[in-house]
Structure formats: structure tokens, C-alpha cells
């Protein structure tokens, strides 16, 4: 093989074995990203509802928090758990590394990957979060496109984000990240609340927003429930598309050093 | 594009330093390491080479840079008369590698391990999943084509990488270590296949620290010991410039120092030296040699623990050129 070939058809072939891979462990993949955000649902969409200890109308808070737990979660873990695996002790991605293609874009290929995982895993709660909640009053369909702009720029940020910790964090210390970092981003991140409902506490409502995860639930509420007050979509844009850029600079920077010696 | 000599392989004055590991504050910094020391190499279109060295000579390193994987600190490297700082792809393109240790995809079998990386160079799966049941027939992995890689042994791990190196069809193919623990069954099996790439007409850069298989495969050799290349040639010349000698290696209960100046007045003696216990003597008359050094030792009231005859040999070519042993 000498003919140079066009960078897009080495990308598609990249992506293609993820896809390969993930539709074979899409159970597994499911059941550990979606397990938690749907026994949420159970707890606090139906069984304290029937109890009478919150409202009814908590379902339309909660829907799209979930929604968009269950696609970071699972956005991030999509390419930190593989990368963590894979540059560590079985030096799998050395595969990849060989094709002929700048390596940057073998990181990009598994953000673009773990971005549509947590795309499937949101589509995946939905219905089921519906079914278990019933009828959600206020929750509307109507605005696909920001309803893609959101998922595609959350999906994208927290695969990023990912990447990041996937090639930067030592191998040890990935169940540590799993209850400083992700256990708190989850709890501020606006996704058992609306950001608003924090006026009444001033301070968090301006600290949770170094919490990525905030943009993700206030995106999705905007799009699925927009008549929940919420943030305003230009800063949720402007937000994930920040945090996107961000992280996929950081991201590729360590998956490089990872990468070359 | 830069293109150089119709060679395979060409460097200059190749140079690769790493940063010491970090110290804790307050200890002595340690210094950088130079894995690579102003290497210059030609490897010809078709040819078998091998890389000899112990470990920790900068094989590795080298065929790092080669394989477009370490970034080399100076100097320059062509495959395929391509630059690999200037287009690594195009390199990736013309090589395939087979690593020191088997890293298969695991999320994939054998069969979809080969299909799968013939696609990420352009291949197209009807033609990837075609060579893809080739190899394996020619691998002797055709009847593991469905398995998960776990599911192999060491040997047809490392045959699989074999296969993956050639799946795209290059033009140079690079082996670090390649039958390092391997049983010898398997590392035969690996010798064959080796060769009948040989005799296709690929060029082939492999390093070993095993003599024999570099002694067996090899056009050429070039021997390496910290970052440097000590001598080039094909084994049967590298062979004649052994030192003419038998090393005779006595070792003692004590430091050996003290033993070399009457070591090197015994007759047929043209060198001797201590190497902590050790004695090692060049001598024309090899094992008769042998009750005159443990002589010398008693009279320093030292015993001997243990002897050791290299006849002339790469070994003993290595030995006289590095001062260590290879295995």
C-alpha cells in the first residue's frame, strides 16, 4: 500500500470498529451507564410522587437531568474507560496508531465515538423514563433542532471530557475520579433541578457553573421542556461549545504525549 | 515529499535522548538518557537485517523512531526514502510492525483484528476480509479465525501480529524481539515464516538479543550497546573479526583485579581483564589455560566458583566489543 488514501476513509474505517465494538457490548454499555439515572427515575418520577412527598409536576424537572446524566455519563465513559485500557498495560491503540493518518485525528475519532454512545444511551432512557414516569406535562418535541444542537454539543464536550481524563488520569486513580469528580458534577449539575430554582441560593447558582453538566441539563430543558424556566440557549451554546473546544484541546494534547515518546 | 537513496532504510546521525525520570525534590537530579547516539545506518531494498544488542541498547528506541512512534531528538530517518519527521504518515503507509509484545485489539477476533486494520489503510472490507483469510491459512491460524485474542497462545498471538503487519501489504516490516518468550517450537515456526518473507522479496528489520536467530536470518547484522552501532557486517564476516580467541572466564570468591597481570603473562594469553569476580582471559589455547588461572587465584588465596569457555563466535565478537554478555 503505497497510494496515499483520503483521511475520511481512515476515519470512517476507525469509526466503524468502534461501532463494531460498541453494538457487541451495547448491553453491558447500557445496563452500567443507564442503570442509575433509571432507578432515579423510579424513586423520585413514581414512587414519591404516589407517596405524595413531591409533585407530580417534579417529572418535568427531572426528564431532561436524567436525560442528560445518562448521555454525559456515558459520553465520558465511552473513551476514558477504553483509553485507560488501551494505552495502559495491553498498548491496544498501537493498532490505531500505525494507520497512516495524523494520530490527533485517531483521538478525535474516539470523541466523535463516544459522543454518538451518549447520544444512543439518552435515546435509550427516554422512552423508558417516560413509561415509568407517565404522561410529562410541558414536555414537547417540537424543537428538534435545538434539541440536536444540544445533544450533538453535549455529547461531543463530555466525550472531550473523556478523553481527557482517560489519557490524563493515572489508571489507579480512575475509581477515585469516579467519586470526587463525577459524583459531585452529578449532584451540582443542575440535573435533579432547574438551574433557576437556585435563585433561592444565590451563591450556588453561580458556583455550580463551573459544573459542565449544568449546560447539558439546562440544554435539554431548554429543547424538551422549554416552558421550565431555564438558562437562555445562546449561553448554553456558547457554554458546551466552549467546553467542547476546550477539553478536545487538552484531550488530544495528553492522548498525543500518551502517544509519542 | 523528501525523498532520499533508493535504500529502505537510511539515517543520520540519529539521535534520541530521553528526560531523566523525575526525583523527588531535594535528590540528585538524575541524568538525561541517550537511548540513541548519533546512529547512521543504510538498510538495502530486500534485505534481512538484524539489530543485536542487549537490553537497553536502543533497539527499541530505534526501530520507535523508524515505526514513526518516538520522535527522534536529532538527526534524520528515512523509510522508503520518506522522511518519518516530515511524513509519518506516508511511512505508516509503507511499513508494518510487529511489537516486542503482542497487542492485538481485544474487543476483536483474530479474523476482525486482521480486517479491521487492512481498513484503516484504505483497504476495502471485501478485499481486507479476502487477505484477511489468507494470512491466517498461511499463519496457521485458520482454525482460530473466530476466536477472541485471549482465546490464543503466545506464539499465535504473536503470529496474528504477523499477519496484522501484513495486512496492508508494506513494504518494509519491522520485528522488535519477535520470538522473545516463545517456546523453541514456536520460534521456529516463526524462523520459516520469517524466511519465506525474506525470500518474497520484503526488506525486514528485526532486533534480537538471540545470536543464533541473528546468525540464522540475517543478511547483515549491525550490533548496538548504548545508542552506539559497534560493527556492521553479515554475520559470516562479523564472525571472522571475533577475536581469534577463546574467552576463558574463571570466576572467583573475590575481586579478580588483582589476579590480571600474571593472567596476562600466562602463554597464549592476549588479553585479560577483571570484571568484578570474574577473570576473562583471550587466549590461543583456550581450555589448557584453565589450571594455570585457577592456579593464580589460589596463590591469592581466592577458589573458584565457576568457568566458562566462548569459542569464536558472534558471542565472543560481542563480548570483546561491548565488555557484557547478551542474554
Known sequence: MSERVPYWRIFAALLMRDVTVARREIGYFLVRTTLQPLLFVLIFGLIMPRMGIVGRAYTTTMLPGILALSLALSAVQAVSLPMVQEFGWTKEIEDRLLAPIANQLVAVEKIVAGAMQGIVASIFVLPIARLIMGPIPGLTFRNVGMLMIMTILSGLAFSAIGLFIGTAIAPQQIGLMFSVIIAPMIMFGCTYYPWRGLDAVPVMKWLVLIDPLVYVSEGLRSALTPAVPHMPEPAIIAALLALAALFTYLGLRSFMKRAMS | ?327
Open chain 2, 1 to 327: 515529499m523528501i525523498r532520499a537513496s533508493m535504500s529502505a532504510i537510511q539515517t543520520r546521525g540519529l539521535r534520541k535522548v530521553y528526560d531523566p525520570p523525575p526525583t523527588r525534590r531535594g535528590a540528585q537530579k538524575l541524568p538525561p538518557v541517550v537511548a540513541v547516539d548519533s546512529l547512521d545506518l543504510e538498510i538495502g531494498d530486500g534485505e534481512f537485517f538484524g539489530l543485536l544488542g542487549p537490553n537497553g541498547a536502543g533497539k527499541t528506541t530505534t526501530i520507535g523512531i523508524l515505526t514513526t512512534r518516538v520522535w527522534a531528538t536529532s538527526g534524520e530517518a528515512f523509510v522508503a526514502g520518506i522522511s518519518v519527521n516530515a511524513d509519518p504518515a506516508g511511512v505508516r503507509r509503507r511499513i508494518g510492525v510487529v511489537p516486542q509484545r503482542p497487542n492485538p485489539d481485544r474487543s476483536l477476533s483474530a479474523f476482525e483484528n486482521l480486517v479491521f486494520h487492512a481498513t484503516y489503510f484504505g483497504i476495502t472490507a471485501a478485499q481486507a476480509r479476502r487477505r484477511a483469510g489468507e494470512l491466517l491459512e498461511r499463519l496457521g491460524l485458520a482454525e482460530k479465525k473466530d476466536a477472541k485474542v485471549d482465546q490464543l497462545s503466545g506464539g499465535q498471538q504473536q503470529r496474528l501480529m504477523i499477519g496484522r503487519a501484513l495486512s496492508h501489504d508494506p513494504q518494509v516490516l519491522f520485528l522488535d524481539e519477535p520470538t522473545v518468550g516463545l517456546d523453541p517450537q514456536a520460534r521456529l515456526a516463526l524462523w520459516d515464516i520469517l524466511r519465506d518473507l525474506h525470500r518474497q522479496g520484503r526488506t525486514i528489520v528485526m532486533t534480537t538479543h538471540y545470536m543464533e536467530e541473528a546468525d540464522q536470518l540475517c543478511d547483515r547484522l549491525g550490533i548496538v550497546d548504548h545508542g552506539k552501532l559497534l560493527a556492521l557486517d553479515t554475520p559470516q564476516q562479523l564472525k571472522i573479526q571475533a577475536p581469534g580467541d577463546t574467552i576463558v572466564e574463571v570466576t572467583f570468591d573475590a575481586p579478580a583485579e588483582a589476579l590480571v597481570s600474571e593472567a596476562s603473562r600466562v602463554e597464549g594469553t592476549t588479553k585479560a581483564e577483571a570484571r568484578g569476580n570474574d577473570l576473562c582471559v583471550y587466549s590461543g589455547r583456550g581450555g589448557e589455560t584453565i589450571p594455570l588461572l585457577i592456579a593464580i587465584g589460589e596463590g591469592h588465596g581466592m577458589s573458584v566458583r565457576d568457568i566458562h569457555l566462548s569459542r569464536p563466535s558472534l558471542e565472543t565478537l560481542f563480548i570483546s566489543l561491548t565488555g557484557r554478555k547478551l542474554e
